[in-house]
């Protein structure tokens, strides 16, 4: 099914009606009390999706992870993306961020670098476009794709952050030289970077 429960579309990005052109596509909603008043759900909610013998629903024009059915649940979350101008791009990976102007509500953002993020941050990987002050869901677990580094990926490795908004494969070995501490899912069959399809696994 492509609603959760609370008939919310969890595979499309949505903000506030534009007063001036009434009818059109939303526009972004400003960090502030106008989040409560837009949202759809409260963040942080979470829709799982379930398996399904069919294929799963997908974003159009969203690459799509193969194979894509008998891969188990799909776990959603529903967040904000509080940055100005900066959209989240599908297959970045996501983490909490708090703002002191709206406290304790959950936000997305892709500002992860390699130097201090571990899996613990990782509230999960974007599936679609999700442009700055909308609101959307994305991935927490189960078959989705995600932003690996440009080359061939091995398959079947640990996923473990990367460079900022990508996640990369652990290395071979016993823990912990294959990184599996530090996992939020497995790489998918062997592929060319970019979105990659993977099994996620996230706990931020």
Do not use: K
């Amino acid at each position: 099914m492509s609603r959760t429960a609370m008939g919310i579309d969890h595979l499309r990005a949505t903000g506030m009606p534009d007063v001036s052109n009434p009818g059109g596509p939303d526009v972004a909603v400003p960090v502030g009390p106008a989040v409560g008043q837009w949202a759809q759900a409260p963040l942080g909610f979470v829709h799982c999706e379930p398996a399904s013998q069919a294929p799963l629903d997908w974003p159009p024009g969203a690459a799509q992870p193969t194979p894509m059915s008998g891969a188990g649940d799909q776990t959603w979350i529903y967040v904000y993306n509080p940055s100005v101008g900066a959209p989240i791009a599908p297959g970045e990976s996501v983490h909490r961020s708090g703002l002191a102007s709206v406290p304790g509500f959950l936000a997305a953002t892709t500002e992860i670098s390699a130097a201090d993020a571990n899996a613990a941050t990782i509230m999960g990987v974007a599936q679609y476009a999700i442009p700055a002050g909308f609101f959307a869901f994305i991935l927490v677990s189960g078959p989705g794709v995600a932003n690996l580094p440009a080359g061939a990926t091995t398959g079947g490795l640990p996923l473990i952050p990367g460079a900022a908004g990508e996640l990369a494969e652990g290395a071979v070995g016993a823990p912990p030289a294959n990184n599996a501490y530090n996992a939020c899912g497995v790489s998918g069959q062997a592929a060319d970077g970019a979105l990659c399809p993977v099994i996620l696994d996230c706990n931020g």
